[in-house]
C-alpha cells in the first residue's frame, strides 16, 4: 500500500475515499436504469398574472378574493366577490399546478387543509400557505373548467361566499367554472415565484431514560413538530405568520463575532442583499442531519441545558473548540422531503441525474417522501443487486486504466474536505467501473482527467467547483469538533465519508458492512467482505501504525468481490510500474490475503489499527427527480443528467406530460 498519510491527514483521505465510493455507485446503478429517450427541453413559460375569473353556477361572473382574518382558523380563507374589487389580486397558474399569489413580495399559494387533504373528511375552507414544492395539497388539475386536487379525490366550490375543498363524494356546495376568458392563463405553464420546501429542523436530547427530540421555531424549540420553510435561492430559513400572511427568518448577528443569539425578523422572497445576514446553507453530517452555516461560515447552535436551553445563536469555528457548557449541538436533523430535496441539488451539481427532463410524476413510493412522512427501507431503495456484474473480470484493459487513475498523483497532500488524494482514486475507479463494465475509458475520467505524475485535484475543481466547495464544507466544519480519542475520530470519519458519499453519488444509499478495532473485530470485517455476493463493490479505510517510528496513517482503497476472490485496487501509487500494479490485483481468497493487500508498505508492513468497510447497498429514488429538471440538464449523457449550478425558479423546465405535479 504505497503513499500513506500521517495521521492528521487521514482525514483528508477519508473523506475523499467516501466520495470516490458515492461516485463508483452512480455508475454502476445507472447501468441497470431505465433507458431514456432524448426529449426536448422547455423552459416553463412567461407568467401571464390575473385575477382568477370563474362563473358561478346561477352565471355570475366573481373573482378569488384572497383575505386575512382572525376568524378563519387557518388565518386566511379565499371569498369570491365582484372582479372591481381592489383585493381581486393577479394569481399565477405556475408549472407546479399551483395558484401562487404575490402578496407585498411574498408567495402564497391556495391551500387545501389537511381535514380534506389527508384526513378524506367532506369540506372545509380553502386558504393562503407560502408556495412550496412538497406539498401535495398545493397542487390543483383543471378539468372542464373545475380545479380538482392531482388525484381527483377533493375540488374546489363554494357557497356563494367562501371557497372550499370538497370531497368528491359531499353534496350541498356550488360547483363554479373557470370564465372563458381565462383560457390563455390556463394554459400557460408559469415560471413559479419561488423555490421553498416546507420542512422540520430538530435536536435531540438524550438523558438516562431515553431521547426527546425538540423542533426549531422562534428563538425556542419545541416538542411539537413546527414547519419551517426553506428557500434555495436566498438561504431563508423562515416560519410563516398565517394573521399577516408574511415570512419571519432567522438571522445571524455573529459576523467576525465569536458568537451572537440568533434573531428573527421580516423576510419576503425578494432577491437578497449581498449582505445577507438571512442566508443558511445547510452541510450534510451523516445521512440525516446537517449543519447550518451562515454567510460568514458561522454554524448554528443550542445549548441542550441552562436557562437558555434551546434559543439558537450562532458561533464562529474557533469558539466551537471551547464552546462546550450547557451540552450545545450544532447538529439538526431534517424531515425526509429536506433530506431528497438537498440530495437532488446535489445530484444537479454533480450532473447525476437520471431525467431530462422531468417526466412530470412521481412513483407511489417516492409520494410519501414529500410530506414529514419518514421513508421505510422499501421506499428509498430498488434493489440489493450487486452493482457490478457477476461475470465481470479485470481485463488488460482494466488493468491499465485503473494503473492511469492511480499514477495520476504528484506526491502532494491536495483534497477537497476529507477527499485526499488516494479517496479520490478510489472513487474514480468504482465510478467508472460501474458507468461501464465492459468498456473501460481510455483517457479523461468520471471526475477528473488522467495524467501520470500530476494531481487528480487540479481537474476536479476545475470541472465541478461546487461539489469541490460542497465537500469542503463538511470537512471545514469537522476540522472543528473535538472528539475524546482516536476511536472517536475514526468513528467521526465514518460519518463524514456517508456526508461526502451522498454529496457525491446522491442516487445511492450507503451502508456500513463493518468496522474493527481489534484483531478479531478487523478480522470479521474482511470475512464479512469475502461474504457478500459475487460483484459486490466496497471501499477501505484503514488506519495502521508504522512499526519502525509508530506512526499512524490512514489510507482508503476499492475493492470488488469477484468470482475469484477479493481484489484490492491500489491507490496513489505514483511511483509503481505497470508490471507490479498488475501483480497487485490479483484476488486474494482469505482474510490473510486481504490483510496482506491493505498493510504491505514498500518492503515491509504496516500494523493495522482500525478497519472500517463501506459498501453500495441500492438505488436510492429521489421523487424531486420525477418532478424537477433545470434548463440546459442534457449534462455528460444517460444517468449524467444536470446543469452543475444551484436550482432556481427562472431555469426550471417544463415537464414531459407538461405541467410537474405528483
Not at 444536470?642 to 415537464?655: D, F, K, M, R, V
Given at each position: 500500500?504505497?503513499?500513506?498519510?500521517?495521521?492528521?491527514n487521514?482525514?483528508?483521505?477519508?473523506?475523499?475515499?467516501?466520495?470516490?465510493?458515492?461516485?463508483?455507485?452512480?455508475?454502476?446503478f445507472a447501468?441497470?436504469?431505465?433507458?431514456?429517450?432524448?426529449?426536448?427541453?422547455?423552459?416553463a413559460?412567461?407568467?401571464?398574472?390575473?385575477?382568477?375569473?370563474?362563473?358561478?353556477?346561477?352565471?355570475?361572473?366573481?373573482?378569488?378574493?384572497?383575505?386575512?382574518?382572525?376568524?378563519?382558523?387557518?388565518?386566511?380563507?379565499?371569498?369570491?366577490?365582484?372582479?372591481?374589487?381592489s383585493?381581486?389580486?393577479?394569481?399565477?397558474?405556475?408549472?407546479?399546478?399551483?395558484?401562487?399569489?404575490?402578496?407585498?413580495?411574498?408567495?402564497?399559494c391556495?391551500?387545501?387543509?389537511?381535514?380534506?387533504?389527508?384526513?378524506?373528511?367532506?369540506?372545509?375552507?380553502?386558504?393562503?400557505?407560502?408556495c412550496?414544492?412538497?406539498?401535495?395539497?398545493?397542487?390543483?388539475?383543471?378539468?372542464?373548467?373545475?380545479?380538482?386536487?392531482?388525484?381527483?379525490?377533493?375540488s374546489?366550490?363554494?357557497?356563494?361566499?367562501?371557497?372550499?375543498?370538497?370531497?368528491?363524494?359531499?353534496?350541498?356546495?356550488?360547483?363554479?367554472?373557470l370564465?372563458?376568458?381565462?383560457?390563455?392563463?390556463?394554459?400557460?405553464?408559469?415560471?413559479?415565484?419561488?423555490?421553498?420546501?416546507?420542512t422540520?429542523?430538530?435536536?435531540?436530547?438524550?438523558?438516562?431514560d431515553?431521547?426527546?427530540?425538540?423542533?426549531?421555531?422562534?428563538?425556542?424549540?419545541?416538542?411539537?413538530?413546527?414547519?419551517?420553510?426553506?428557500?434555495?435561492?436566498?438561504?431563508?430559513?423562515?416560519?410563516?405568520?398565517?394573521?399577516?400572511?408574511?415570512l419571519?427568518c432567522?438571522?445571524?448577528n455573529?459576523?467576525?463575532?465569536?458568537?451572537?443569539?440568533?434573531?428573527?425578523?421580516?423576510?419576503?422572497?425578494?432577491?437578497?442583499?449581498?449582505?445577507?445576514?438571512?442566508f443558511?446553507?445547510?452541510?450534510?453530517l451523516?445521512d440525516?442531519?446537517?449543519?447550518?452555516?451562515?454567510?460568514d461560515?458561522?454554524?448554528?447552535?443550542?445549548?441542550?441545558?441552562?436557562?437558555?436551553?434551546?434559543?439558537?445563536y450562532?458561533?464562529?469555528?474557533?469558539?466551537?473548540?471551547?464552546?462546550?457548557?450547557?451540552?450545545?449541538?450544532?447538529?439538526?436533523?431534517?424531515?425526509?422531503?429536506?433530506?431528497?430535496?438537498?440530495?437532488?441539488?446535489?445530484?444537479?451539481?454533480?450532473?447525476?441525474?437520471?431525467?431530462?427532463?422531468?417526466?412530470?410524476?412521481?412513483?407511489?413510493?417516492?409520494?410519501?417522501?414529500?410530506?414529514?412522512?419518514?421513508?421505510?427501507?422499501?421506499?428509498?431503495?430498488?434493489?440489493?443487486?450487486?452493482?457490478?456484474?457477476?461475470?465481470?473480470?479485470?481485463?488488460e484493459?482494466?488493468?491499465?486504466?485503473?494503473?492511469?487513475?492511480?499514477?495520476t498523483?504528484?506526491g502532494?497532500?491536495?483534497?477537497?474536505?476529507?477527499c485526499?488524494?488516494?479517496?479520490?482514486?478510489?472513487?474514480?475507479m468504482?465510478?467508472?467501473?460501474?458507468?461501464?463494465?465492459?468498456?473501460p475509458?481510455?483517457?479523461?475520467?468520471?471526475?477528473?482527467?488522467?495524467?501520470?505524475?500530476?494531481?487528480?485535484?487540479?481537474?476536479f475543481?476545475a470541472?465541478?467547483?461546487?461539489?469541490h466547495?460542497?465537500?469542503?464544507?463538511?470537512?471545514?466544519?469537522?476540522?472543528?469538533?473535538?472528539?475524546?480519542?482516536?476511536?472517536?475520530?475514526?468513528?467521526?470519519?465514518?460519518?463524514?465519508?456517508?456526508?461526502s458519499?451522498?454529496?457525491?453519488?446522491?442516487?445511492?444509499?450507503?451502508?456500513?458492512l463493518?468496522?474493527?478495532?481489534?484483531?478479531?473485530?478487523m478480522?470479521?470485517?474482511?470475512?464479512?467482505?469475502?461474504?457478500?455476493?459475487?460483484?459486490?463493490?466496497?471501499?477501505?479505510?484503514?488506519?495502521?501504525?508504522?512499526?519502525?517510528?509508530?506512526?499512524?496513517?490512514?489510507?482508503?482503497?476499492p475493492?470488488?468481490?469477484?468470482?475469484?476472490?477479493?481484489?484490492?485496487?491500489?491507490?496513489?501509487?505514483?511511483?509503481?510500474?505497470?508490471?507490479?500494479?498488475?501483480?497487485?490485483?490479483?484476488?486474494?481468497?482469505?482474510?490473510?490475503?486481504?490483510?496482506?493487500?491493505?498493510?504491505?508498505?514498500?518492503?515491509?508492513?504496516?500494523?493495522?489499527?482500525?478497519?472500517?468497510?463501506?459498501?453500495?447497498?441500492?438505488?436510492?429514488?429521489?421523487?424531486?427527480?420525477?418532478?424537477?429538471?433545470?434548463?440546459?440538464?442534457?449534462?455528460?449523457?444517460?444517468?449524467?443528467?444536470?446543469?452543475?449550478?444551484?436550482?432556481?425558479?427562472?431555469?426550471?423546465?417544463?415537464?414531459?406530460s407538461?405541467?410537474c405535479?405528483?
Amino acid at each position: 500500500m504505497n503513499h500513506f498519510l500521517f495521521f492528521r491527514n487521514f482525514i483528508a483521505q477519508f473523506f475523499t475515499l467516501s466520495l470516490f465510493y458515492a461516485l463508483f455507485l452512480n455508475t454502476a446503478f445507472a447501468q441497470s436504469s431505465s433507458q431514456i429517450s432524448p426529449q426536448v427541453q422547455k423552459l416553463a413559460q412567461t407568467p401571464k398574472d390575473t385575477p382568477i375569473k370563474i362563473t358561478t353556477q346561477d352565471n355570475y361572473t366573481l373573482c378569488y378574493i384572497p383575505t386575512f382574518s382572525a376568524g378563519s382558523a387557518y388565518g386566511s380563507y379565499i371569498g369570491i366577490l365582484n372582479c372591481a374589487d381592489s383585493n381581486a389580486r393577479s394569481a399565477r397558474y405556475d408549472v407546479f399546478g399551483r395558484l401562487a399569489y404575490n402578496i407585498n413580495d411574498t408567495w402564497l399559494c391556495i391551500t387545501a387543509p389537511d381535514s380534506v387533504a389527508v384526513q378524506r373528511r367532506g369540506k372545509d375552507y380553502l386558504y393562503l400557505s407560502p408556495c412550496v414544492i412538497n406539498l401535495k395539497s398545493q397542487q390543483w388539475k383543471i378539468k372542464e373548467g373545475v380545479f380538482y386536487s392531482s388525484d381527483e379525490s377533493y375540488s374546489i366550490k363554494d357557497d356563494g361566499s367562501f371557497l372550499y375543498a370538497v370531497n368528491r363524494l359531499e353534496g350541498g356546495l356550488y360547483t363554479h367554472k373557470l370564465h372563458p376568458s381565462m383560457q390563455e392563463w390556463a394554459k400557460t405553464i408559469a415560471t413559479p415565484g419561488n423555490l421553498s420546501l416546507v420542512t422540520a429542523i430538530s435536536w435531540t436530547l438524550t438523558h438516562k431514560d431515553g431521547q426527546e427530540r425538540y423542533f426549531l421555531t422562534n428563538n425556542q424549540s419545541l416538542k411539537n413538530t413546527t414547519p419551517l420553510y426553506y428557500n434555495v435561492t436566498s438561504g431563508h430559513i423562515a416560519t410563516y405568520d398565517s394573521l399577516s400572511g408574511t415570512l419571519s427568518c432567522m438571522y445571524s448577528n455573529t459576523g467576525k463575532q465569536q458568537w451572537d443569539w440568533i434573531t428573527w425578523g421580516l423576510c419576503t422572497d425578494l432577491k437578497p442583499p449581498k449582505n445577507n445576514r438571512a442566508f443558511f446553507k445547510p452541510v450534510p453530517l451523516d445521512d440525516k442531519h446537517y449543519a447550518f452555516l451562515d454567510q460568514d461560515g458561522n454554524v448554528l447552535r443550542v445549548t441542550r441545558y441552562g436557562i437558555h436551553w434551546g434559543v439558537p445563536y450562532s458561533a464562529n469555528k474557533e469558539y466551537i473548540k471551547t464552546d462546550t457548557a450547557n451540552s450545545p449541538t450544532s447538529n439538526f436533523e431534517t424531515d425526509a422531503a429536506m433530506r431528497e430535496w438537498m440530495r437532488f441539488i446535489y445530484a444537479n451539481i454533480g450532473k447525476n441525474l437520471h431525467n431530462c427532463p422531468a417526466p412530470g410524476y412521481s412513483t407511489q413510493q417516492n409520494k410519501a417522501l414529500l410530506s414529514f412522512a419518514e421513508p421505510t427501507n422499501e421506499q428509498n431503495q430498488s434493489s440489493l443487486n450487486p452493482p457490478l456484474p457477476r461475470d465481470f473480470v479485470l481485463s488488460e484493459a482494466w488493468v491499465r486504466r485503473l494503473y492511469d487513475i492511480g499514477t495520476t498523483a504528484d506526491g502532494s497532500l491536495d483534497s477537497s474536505g476529507i477527499c485526499g488524494i488516494c479517496l479520490l482514486h478510489t472513487y474514480q475507479m468504482i465510478a467508472e467501473l460501474l458507468e461501464n463494465p465492459y468498456q473501460p475509458r481510455s483517457q479523461g475520467g468520471y471526475f477528473f482527467d488522467t495524467y501520470r505524475g500530476r494531481s487528480p485535484f487540479e481537474s476536479f475543481r476545475a470541472r465541478n467547483r461546487l461539489l469541490h466547495d460542497t465537500l469542503a464544507d463538511i470537512f471545514t466544519y469537522y476540522e472543528q469538533i473535538p472528539v475524546a480519542d482516536i476511536f472517536a475520530a475514526f468513528r467521526r470519519e465514518g460519518d463524514r465519508a456517508i456526508a461526502s458519499s451522498i454529496s457525491m453519488l446522491p442516487q445511492y444509499n450507503w451502508s456500513i458492512l463493518g468496522d474493527g478495532y481489534t484483531v478479531r473485530d478487523m478480522t470479521d470485517v474482511m470475512q464479512a467482505m469475502l461474504d457478500r455476493p459475487v460483484g459486490s463493490v466496497f471501499f477501505m479505510a484503514v488506519w495502521a501504525r508504522n512499526p519502525h517510528n509508530n506512526r499512524l496513517s490512514g489510507h482508503a482503497v476499492p475493492a470488488l468481490r469477484l468470482n475469484e476472490g477479493v481484489v484490492i485496487m491500489p491507490t496513489n501509487t505514483r511511483f509503481s510500474t505497470l508490471d507490479s500494479y498488475r501483480s497487485r490485483l490479483i484476488p486474494v481468497q482469505n482474510t490473510a490475503g486481504i490483510l496482506e493487500r491493505i498493510t504491505r508498505y514498500g518492503g515491509s508492513y504496516l500494523r493495522l489499527t482500525s478497519l472500517r468497510v463501506f459498501e453500495i447497498s441500492s438505488v436510492h429514488h429521489n421523487p424531486f427527480e420525477e418532478l424537477i429538471s433545470l434548463s440546459n440538464c442534457t449534462g455528460d449523457g444517460e444517468d449524467r443528467r444536470g446543469n452543475a449550478l444551484i436550482p432556481l425558479p427562472e431555469l426550471l423546465n417544463q415537464c414531459i406530460s407538461g405541467r410537474c405535479e405528483w
